[in-house]
């Protein structure tokens, strides 16, 4: 028996204004597309944008519905779209944040699980790792790749 560790990095921002331009403007846009959320069961509103290879980017909000499980997450509005949209295309990089009362969270809001193995995979797809900007207000945490996110993930793509 051998025991392994895993380490996780990432790196921390106190506010946007320590950021890149072009990730401060994707923590904009995500910001920003709160506003089309809808989340009258939980109140939480979610916004995701990502910057695909060609350039564009695309932003959505979690989206939710009375039987509760049929909602979706923002993330995964964005992704499914953006590879809808742009299916050659690898995301470059994606921002997510959460609103509560018209205010953005002050501290990171995390993908959930299922979000992330979706992002695994567009990773995969893409063949380049995607970085993730987990915006608050306060503190804004960026990881470089998903492995980050899900180290030792499910992937049953055919290599
Ligand atoms: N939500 C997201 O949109 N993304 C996540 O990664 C976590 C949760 C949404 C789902 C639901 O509409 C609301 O936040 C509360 O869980």
Redo the contacts with the bound molecule.
């Keep these: 028996m051998e025991q392994k560790n895993l380490i996780i990095q990432y790196d921390e921002y106190n506010g946007n204004k320590e950021l890149s331009k072009e990730d401060a403007l994707l923590l904009e846009r995500a910001v920003e597309v709160t506003k089309s959320a809808y ?1 009258p069961y ?1 109140n ?1 509103k ?1 916004g995701a944008a990502l910057l695909l290879s060609n350039g564009e980017v695309i932003a959505a909000s ?1 989206q ?1 519905n009375a039987a509760y499980p049929s ?1 979706m ?3 995964r509005v964005a992704i499914f779209y953006a590879h809808t949209k742009y299916p050659g295309e690898s995301i470059v990089s994606l921002a997510v944040t959460a609103v509560v009362n018209q205010e953005q969270c002050e501290t990171p809001t995390y ?2 699980g299922a ?1 992330r193995q979706v992002m695994a995979e567009s990773q995969q797809r893409g063949g380049q790792p995607i970085r993730i900007i987990i915006g608050g207000s306060k503190i804004i945490q960026v990881v470089n790749s998903v492995d980050s996110l899900l180290p030792l993930a499910f992937n049953n793509l055919p290599k």
């Design positions: 989340a939980s939480f979610v979690n939710e909602g997450c923002a993330e993908p959930c979000c």
